[in-house]
């Protein structure tokens, strides 16, 4: 075995256990949620066990993860192929939803709870974006106005008008976000 495998499967037990504990689970409840024993759970996490695919299907199903990123599986070099999430150091994370080059590029963004009163870091770049809120309360500052957006609402705006967004302290925030060059734009069809 190479020592690149060798290193992957080695990680996969610190992993696990992050997963586990970032979520405040014990092992007795993942172990009923997976009908792995609490024993294997914890050997596996210590690294005094290789996972095994029937191991790791029922926790990447649980943790609601791919086995690519449960394994950390190198990355292809092209993203549009590859769409895995990209975890962020914020504890948000990035879902590529597009694999087409050019043109309007799709992203769905699952942000942690925040602090209501964290100021922002305010940033400009070419394009458009368009911003969709799946669940949760989604902060954005957007030039000098600070919105608010719930579950359903939506907001479009030129990306060169400084703009930041976060969740706030009720909790977590999903949102889906198309992002276009300058000028392009998404386009909505009204039934009359």
């Known amino acids: 075995m190479s020592d690149e495998t060798e290193s992957t499967i080695t990680a996969v037990g610190p992993r696990l256990k992050h997963l586990r504990l970032r979520r405040e689970v014990t092992l007795s409840a993942l172990a009923e949620s997976t009908g792995i024993s609490t024993s294997t759970l914890s050997r596996l996490e210590s690294g005094l066990r290789r996972p095994t695919l029937e191991q ?86 957007l030039g000098d106005r600070d919105l608010l957006l719930t579950a359903g609402e939506a907001v479009e705006f030129d990306t060169r008008t400084p703009h930041w967004f976060g969740a706030t302290s009720s909790g977590p925030v999903e949102y889906l976000s198309l992002v276009g060059r300058q000028g392009e734009r998404a386009h909505v069809r009204v039934h009359e």
């Open 56 to 141: 790791l299907l029922p926790l990447a199903r649980y943790y609601g993860v791919t086995l690519d990123s449960l394994v950390d599986a190198p990355r292809s070099a092209d993203p549009r192929i590859d769409l895995r999430p990209v975890s962020c150091g914020d504890g948000s994370t990035i879902i590529p939803l597009t694999r087409r080059p050019g043109g309007v590029q799709a992203y769905k963004f699952v942000l942690p709870a925040g602090a209501d009163d964290e100021v922002p870091d305010l940033r400009t770049h070419e394009g458009y974006d368009w911003a969709y809120v799946l669940n949760g309360t989604l902060r954005l500052v």
